[in-house]
């Protein structure tokens, strides 16, 4: 197991439902991912979080709402979401600032819109 | 615009094979290469990281090289096990920002 985690791990929801995925990572990093991985196409960065500041917002559509309330907490809130959101949504950390850093990833929750 | 491709797709090989997967870039401003393993239904697991300015990296039977001048990395996989069953992806970071492109992934059986 690594050293983020996210909750819950599956999930099934309405269309007009809202609901939030948590993600937590304990490594002590300040930079925080969203990535959304559907069938048979590559993952894709949906948003980043450095030292709590977003700086990375990939053309995501507005129903995605993440939240970083500090360096270890991220969450992406969920609201009027179509059946094609379906997919697993991963969420990774790195060491913080603009250099290179490797990044961990949790296990990802499964999400399906019905 | 940063393009990442795997090849093969897909690759099934008998147990104690070495071999090597492909992964290729178009933007060589790149800050990282990165090689992850993912098993069916989970997430990621990073096996190496290569910086820009490196060539290659090495961790017990697996090896990574980088070559950004002509926007290719090979991970090579030394007497594969059926164990070592599962989607390798690379990504690449490009430079100026967080941005992170994925390959496709290629899928290995190594048959027992």
């Known amino acids: 197991e690594t050293g983020v985690t996210q909750t819950p791990r599956h999930l099934v929801m309405g269309m007009t439902n809202k609901k939030s995925l948590k993600c937590e990572q304990h490594?002590?990093?300040?930079?925080m991912y969203w990535y959304k991985q559907s069938a048979k196409k590559p993952l894709e960065l949906m948003f980043v979080?450095?030292?709590?500041?977003?700086?990375e917002n990939n053309s995501v559509p507005s129903r995605f709402s993440p939240e970083c309330p500090n360096s270890s907490h991220l969450f992406l809130h969920l609201h009027t979401l179509q059946p094609e959101d379906s997919a697993l949504y991963l969420c990774?950390?790195?060491?913080?600032?603009?250099?290179?850093?490797?990044?961990?990833f949790g296990p990802g929750t499964r999400l399906t819109v019905t | 615009k940063q393009e990442v491709t795997q090849i093969p797709a897909a690759l099934s090989v008998p147990e104690g094979e070495n071999l090597v997967l492909n992964c290729s870039f178009t933007?060589?401003?790149?800050?990282?290469l990165q090689w992850f393993r993912q098993d069916p239904g989970k997430g990621l697991t990073s096996l190496l990281l290569?910086?820009?300015?490196?060539r290659e990296q090495t961790s017990g039977r697996l090896n990574a090289s980088l070559d950004k001048s002509s926007g290719r990395s090979t991970l090579y996989i030394a007497a594969s096990q059926p164990g070592d069953s599962a989607t390798y992806l690379c990504?690449?970071?490009?430079?100026?920002?967080?941005?992170?492109?994925f390959g496709a992934g290629t899928r290995l059986f190594v048959k027992a």
């Open positions: 933007d060589s401003a790149i800050y990282n």
């Open positions: 990774a950390s790195s060491q913080g600032g603009e250099r290179s850093y490797e990044q961990y």
């Open positions: 979080y450095n030292f709590k500041e977003q700086t």
């Open positions: 290569i910086q820009s300015s490196q």
């Open positions: 490594l002590g990093h300040n930079a």
């Open positions: 990504a690449v970071r490009n430079t100026g920002g967080f941005k992170t492109i």
